[in-house]
């Protein structure tokens, strides 16, 4: 499965940005579909993720309230609507596919097989 990211750029804090990742390849809902990112110096971290089918959704506690993730089976698309953004939410941003079990571990990094290029997000003060 091949995953591409778009919508990343330069927003004052604030401000919003809404990312996409276009997934080709497979069948797009047979896969969980998470959001991670990787600020320069830091380890990669989740952000989001979205089940399957759309209804089960979790996120990191830092964008609890601020971030939206969603897919739309039809297009082949997950969203990572980002709103009030902060400075520390600059970092590349990776969607990123599991099509393993919905189980404990559904969230953790290696359980998600494919990963799109990155689109960077910066947040200026």
């Known amino acids: 499965v091949q995953l591409q990211a778009f919508g990343g750029g330069l927003v004052q804090a604030g401000g919003d940005l809404n990312l996409s990742c276009i997934v080709s390849g497979r069948t797009f809902s047979n896969y969980h579909m998470g959001w991670f990112r990787q600020a320069t110096g830091r380890e990669r971290e989740f952000v989001a993720a979205v089940g399957w089918s759309g209804r089960v959704k979790s996120y990191a506690d830092s964008v609890k309230g601020r971030f939206t993730i969603s897919r739309d089976n039809a297009k082949n698309t997950v969203y990572l609507q980002m709103n009030s953004l902060k400075p520390e939410d600059t970092a590349v941003y990776y969607c990123?596919?599991?099509?393993?079990?919905?189980?404990?571990?559904?969230?953790?990094?290696?359980?998600?097989?494919?990963w799109g290029q990155g689109t960077q997000v910066t947040v200026s003060s």
């Open positions: 990123a596919a599991n099509n393993g079990p919905y189980d404990s571990k559904w969230l953790r990094p290696d359980r998600f097989g494919s």
